[in-house]
């Protein structure tokens, strides 16, 4: 039975709002985006949607219509964080059109009439001010946006990805905003039995550094949220899961698998640099065990019984397994990131330096919403919609 409720991705990534969208019973018609590397990801995956490869803000009317012969109930915008995060990035100091992107999700909701929009972006969008020294806040001209466009009935709030299966605490914030004066609700908290690392790779063998290959031989045990992963009925991609993909660990210096050897869980570099004499640390930093200096986010050994941060695209320097001296593998984040085993990472290269311009498959992942989180709005959205026919 096709999906009945129709929706629009805005800022589309590799697909995660799409992914979880999907297995609520959404058929999404049609995604926006600019990265080469991300449509070709979202291609691979979601082969029956529609993708514009282009700059949203050059996208025109005839663009998205010559696609839609029926009615949109849903348009979601998920842009970049940079003008907004506070994690460590200096672009939040910019003041620049970057921070007015929240208008092209709704100029694309205008195109199609769609009934209603849905926004997600770091919490601290709503503290960052239109210009510096000034007294108005990104997030009024957002909401005044919406008005002026015809989606006066909105509601606000922020949600950690945690409370919804997903084995990562992510706080997000969103904004359902809609045409009608209808009865707007946000996903509730499923509880505070939350999803652990342990949890996510429960059934993932181990895989040795330097050794260039993929395990794809799935350990012979299963978990609830290991079997949902693989449970190709849920997620409705129309794909197979049969074995493991992209499970191959990245290459590592040998001072550098030396320093995860002194890393505990819940630890990262920075906690080496306090447990060691300077004498110490001098004499790791001469045999390329420590660098010459550290970061706050780097190398951080993810405790087992509980989830991990959040996954960030720096995720494959920020993050050390658990248990085994390595950083994490493609599929590891991803599972992390609630996406489906079945789910293919084609564009881009395995890993690339970070300020390429096209994105690794561990960006790819990590700029991403988690899937369940998605599901979980789907549910509420949906039920929205069949409650206002």
Same mark, same amino acid.
């Given at each position: 039975?096709?999906?009945?409720?129709?929706?629009?991705? +805005?800022?589309?990534?590799?697909?995660?709002?799409?992914?979880?969208?999907?297995?609520?019973?959404?058929?999404?018609?049609?995604?926006?985006?600019?990265?080469?590397?991300?449509?070709?990801?979202?291609?691979?995956?979601?082969?029956?949607?529609?993708?514009?490869?282009?700059?949203?803000?050059?996208?025109?009317?005839?663009?998205?219509?010559? !696609?839609?012969? +029926?009615?949109?109930?849903?348009? @979601?915008?998920?842009?970049? +964080?940079?003008?907004?995060?506070?994690?460590?990035?200096?672009?939040?100091?910019?003041?620049?059109?970057?921070?007015?992107?929240?208008?092209?999700?709704?100029?694309?909701?205008?195109?199609?009439?769609? /009934?209603?929009?849905?926004?997600?972006?770091?919490?601290?969008?709503?503290?960052?001010?239109?210009?510096?020294?000034?007294?108005?806040?990104?997030?009024?001209?957002?909401?005044?946006?919406?008005?002026?466009?015809?989606? /006066?009935?909105?509601?606000?709030?922020?949600?950690?990805?945690?409370?919804?299966?997903?084995?990562?605490?992510?706080?997000? !914030?969103?904004?359902?905003?809609?045409?009608?004066?209808?009865?707007?609700?946000?996903?509730?908290?499923?509880?505070?039995?939350?999803?652990?690392?342990?949890?996510?790779?429960?059934?993932?063998?181990?895989?040795?550094?330097?050794?260039?290959?993929?395990?794809?031989?799935?350990?012979?045990?299963?978990?609830?949220?290991?079997?949902?992963?693989?449970?190709?009925?849920?997620?409705?991609?129309?794909?197979?899961?049969?074995?493991?993909?992209?499970?191959?660990?990245?290459?590592?210096?040998?001072? @550098?698998?030396?320093? !995860?050897?002194?890393? /505990?869980?819940?630890?990262?570099? /920075?906690?080496?640099?306090?447990?060691?004499?300077?004498?110490?640390?001098?004499?790791?930093?001469?045999?390329?065990?420590?660098?010459?200096?550290?970061?706050?986010?780097?190398?951080?050994?993810?405790?087992?019984?509980?989830?991990?941060?959040?996954?960030?695209?720096? +995720?494959?320097?920020? !993050?050390?397994?658990?248990?085994?001296?390595?950083?994490?593998?493609?599929?590891?984040?991803?599972?992390?990131?609630?996406?489906?085993?079945?789910?293919?990472?084609?564009?881009?290269?395995?890993?690339?330096?970070?300020?390429?311009?096209?994105?690794?498959?561990?960006?790819?992942?990590?700029?991403?919403?988690?899937?369940?989180?998605?599901?979980?709005?789907?549910?509420?959205?949906?039920?929205?919609?069949?409650?206002?026919?």
């Amino acid at each position: 039975m096709p999906n009945k409720f129709t929706h629009i991705d +805005c800022f589309s990534g590799v697909g995660g709002i799409c992914t979880g969208l999907h297995a609520a019973g959404f058929n999404t018609l049609l995604a926006i985006e600019h990265i080469q590397s991300c449509v070709d990801t979202y291609r691979a995956n979601h082969k029956n949607v529609k993708v514009i490869h282009n700059d949203i803000t050059k996208v025109k009317a005839e663009d998205i219509l010559s !696609f839609i012969n +029926c009615e949109v109930d849903l348009v @979601t915008s998920g842009m970049p +964080c940079e003008t907004f995060s506070t994690a460590g990035s200096t672009s939040r100091s910019f003041y620049d059109d970057r921070q007015y992107l929240f208008k092209e999700g709704i100029r694309i909701a205008k195109i199609v009439n769609a /009934k209603m929009i849905l926004f997600e972006n770091v919490p601290a969008m709503t503290t960052k001010l239109v210009e510096k020294n000034g007294s108005r806040l990104i997030i009024d001209e957002l909401f005044d946006e919406l008005v002026k466009e015809g989606y /006066k009935y909105y509601v606000t709030t922020i949600l950690n990805s945690a409370d919804f299966g997903v084995p990562q605490y992510r706080d997000r !914030f969103f904004v359902l905003a809609s045409r009608f004066d209808w009865n707007l609700t946000v996903p509730i908290a499923q509880g505070d039995n939350h999803v652990t690392v342990g949890d996510a790779l429960f059934d993932i063998p181990n895989v040795q550094v330097n050794s260039k290959t993929e395990n794809r031989k799935y350990l012979n045990r299963s978990n609830e949220y290991t079997a949902l992963m693989k449970n190709d009925t849920f997620w409705k991609l129309g794909k197979t899961t049969k074995e493991l993909t992209y499970h191959k660990a990245p290459n590592h210096r040998e001072g @550098t698998i030396e320093r !995860f050897t002194y890393i /505990k869980q819940g630890e990262g570099l /920075k906690n080496l640099f306090s447990k060691f004499s300077s004498s110490e640390i001098e004499e790791l930093q001469k045999r390329k065990v420590l660098p010459r200096k550290w970061y706050i986010q780097r190398n951080r050994r993810l405790i087992e019984n509980s989830p991990c941060p959040t996954v960030t695209s720096h +995720c494959l320097d920020e !993050f050390i397994h658990p248990i085994h001296d390595r950083a994490l593998t493609v599929r590891e984040v991803a599972r992390l990131q609630s996406f489906p085993d079945s789910y293919d990472f084609a564009g881009g290269s395995y890993i690339c330096p970070h300020n390429a311009k096209e994105q690794d498959k561990y960006e790819q992942i990590g700029d991403s919403v988690p899937p369940l989180l998605s599901y979980a709005w789907g549910m509420v959205i949906k039920k929205i919609l069949e409650e206002n026919k």
